[in-house]
């Protein structure tokens, strides 16, 4: 068969649904390719992870026989079939990113937040689903995709994993600092840690005090490896966005501004998240109410 692959949100980030299929029918002998709107393919397959909110579905010309569409920007019911969904990923396919292991070790978490689709598509506990193995082979770095890996029952078994192995571990989509008990901190300490993600997404939880704990037992001391999520847009006032932001930079973090529909947020979200995000200016400019988005250019003159 001939196959051909759409990344729909586009090559800056690998698509792990894609390079399993990827490797999955290349083991059976097929030949796999990324899509050519030229040519007719046996099967297509588009992933796309984001939703129209965030992304633009696919709007070129598709010849072939079949297609599926699949990911949580086509809805939340399809689902690999279990010997695609183990399948060691294809990362030949992305050689722009190539050192570096992408993988899942567990699904679900308990949290259900509204603005998140998680509880919904993978259930509200979270369960470890495979073992390292399946997606490292001895990659210098490894990126975790895992919703909430400290809520998993086998937190330890899994973490132990990625302490054995040696590599550089990004944990990119946030670990729960409530759930971050001394014992769990300390092994954490013995991953040797690119990055650490956590959230702060509602202004109501004050998780001041969770955040000094972790800071007080972390092996992790350089504040660019303790990354910070902060959600904002999403019913916060920018009072309270900016209370998080300056309470974790206080704290030791590196904050984040995540936000919510960027295309509803009012201007001054949008500010917020461009002198936050850029790390020059949120260093240069200490208060959010003397930045403006011509700082570097009017700095450069003034030199």
Same mark, same amino acid.
């Given at each position: ?18 390079? !399993? ?5 290349? /083991?059976?002998? *097929?030949?796999? =390719?990324?899509?050519? &709107?030229? $040519?007719?393919?046996? %099967?297509?397959?588009?992933s ?34 279990d ?18 292991a ?13 603005f998140?689709?998680?509880?919904? !598509?993978?259930?509200?506990r979270?369960? /470890?689903?495979? *073992?390292?193995? =399946?997606?490292?082979n &001895?990659? $210098?770095?490894?990126? %975790? ?24 571990v990004?944990f990119t ?14 092994a ?8 650490l ?8 939880d004050?998780?001041t ?7 007080e ?13 902060v ?20 704290m ?19 500010r ?6 850029n ?6 400019v ?5 930045f ?7 700095r450069?003159?003034?030199?």
């Amino acid at each position: 068969m001939k196959i051909g692959l759409i990344d729909v949100d586009g090559h800056r980030w690998p698509n792990l649904c894609l390079m !399993k299929l990827s490797a999955y029918h290349k /083991a059976r002998g *097929d030949c796999v =390719e990324w899509h050519d &709107g030229r $040519k007719h393919y046996d %099967l297509v397959y588009m992933s796309r992870v984001f939703t129209d909110s965030y992304s633009k579905d696919f709007a070129g010309t598709v010849h072939a026989d079949r297609i599926i569409r699949g990911g949580t920007g086509y809805g939340l019911d399809n689902r690999l079939p279990d010997e695609i969904e183990h399948a060691f990923p294809d990362y030949s396919i992305y050689p722009q990113f190539s050192g570096t292991a992408y993988g899942i070790l567990t699904r679900g978490c308990p949290r259900g937040c509204g603005f998140c689709i998680v509880a919904k !598509k993978e259930g509200r506990r979270s369960i /470890a689903v495979a *073992d390292l193995s =399946e997606f490292w082979n &001895g990659e $210098k770095e490894i990126k %975790l995709l895992d919703a909430n890996l400290l809520a998993c029952p086998d937190w330890e078994r899994l973490l132990r994993q990625l302490a054995d192995n040696g590599a550089n571990v990004d944990f990119t989509q946030g670990l729960d600092i409530r759930l971050a008990t001394p014992e769990k901190i300390e092994a954490l300490n013995r991953v040797k840690t690119k990055m650490l993600h956590f959230a702060w997404d509602d202004p109501e939880d004050d998780l001041t005090a969770y955040f000094k704990k972790f800071a007080e037992l972390t092996s992790v001391t350089d504040d660019r490896k303790r990354r910070v999520y902060v959600l904002t847009n999403y019913g916060s006032t920018l009072e309270q966005d900016l209370y998080r932001i300056y309470t974790l930079r206080d704290m030791g973090y590196d904050p984040y501004v995540m936000v919510f529909e960027k295309h509803t947020a009012p201007p001054e979200t949008r500010r917020l998240q461009q002198w936050v995000n850029n790390k020059w200016f949120f260093r240069a400019v200490p208060d959010f109410k003397d930045f403006d988005t011509s700082y570097r250019r009017k700095r450069k003159k003034a030199v």
